[in-house]
């Protein structure tokens, strides 16, 4: 069955230095993978997209990558902030199943000043 | 992107009883999306809510627990039924993006736990 596996439940990083986390998945060829980012008690929140022909895409401190050969994502975010301290979680979509987004369970990341 | 409101934001139900939880979009979308979310899982979907056709559910679930309106295009309903504690979750409504539907924007959620 399709499995998304993220590095870990929780990862703590000092303020200033790069967040990177991990999106592995199983059983599964992507046309897109997402990173959104979910406060405590609220929605998840789309970030950003990058489609199975990209390598790479960037906005403001954050880049993705997306290896389709290794079946995974990196999710960087430089210069990271208190601000930054969130659950980011990526998303597997396919056009032909629009519909059905598949989440993994998401990392913890937090930012200590 | 699209404004979500749900209704209500939390809620403390006894087992055996129905929750119906709402979502208003602030703009007309063809398909709404309903999720559950337990503690440190990730999100599930439940259902693709389509305006003027039935509800189409993931395997997992069902229609008479999970029944599902969609009277229009800004608007549906989620009712959990004959609740037990495995219930406890949260449950999120979503639209897609335009016509591809790739990205997904959220509601804030309905925490609910079900004693």
């Known amino acids: 069955s399709q499995k998304i596996e993220q590095n870990s439940e929780a990862l703590n990083i000092q303020e200033g230095k790069t967040a990177t986390l991990t999106c592995n998945y199983t059983?599964?060829?992507?046309?897109?993978l997402q990173w959104y980012r979910q406060d405590p008690g609220r929605g998840p929140v789309f970030l950003l997209l990058?489609?199975?022909?990209?390598k790479e895409k960037r906005k403001e401190r954050l880049k993705v990558t997306f290896d389709t050969t290794l079946k995974q994502s990196l999710f960087h975010i430089t210069a990271s902030q208190p601000a930054d301290s969130a659950t980011y979680l990526c998303a597997l979509g396919q056009y032909s199943s629009a519909s059905k987004i598949i989440f993994g369970s998401g990392t913890r990341l937090s930012i200590r000043p | 992107s699209a404004v979500i409101s749900q209704k209500p934001s939390r809620d403390i139900c006894q087992r055996g009883t129905s929750l119906t939880i709402q979502c208003q979009v602030d703009s007309q979308v063809t398909m709404m999306f309903w999720y559950r979310q337990q503690p440190g899982q990730s999100l599930t979907l439940i259902a693709t809510a389509n305006q003027g056709s039935e509800a189409t559910y993931e395997s997992g679930f069902v229609i008479d627990k999970f029944p599902i309106s969609r009277p229009n295009l800004t608007f549906s309903t989620l009712t959990v039924s004959n609740m037990s504690p495995e219930d406890s979750s949260i449950y999120l409504c979503s639209v897609g993006d335009g016509t591809t539907q790739e990205t997904q924007y959220f509601g804030p959620g309905t925490r609910l736990l079900v004693l």
């Open positions: 990058i489609r199975e022909n990209e």
């Open positions: 059983n599964y060829s992507p046309a897109y």
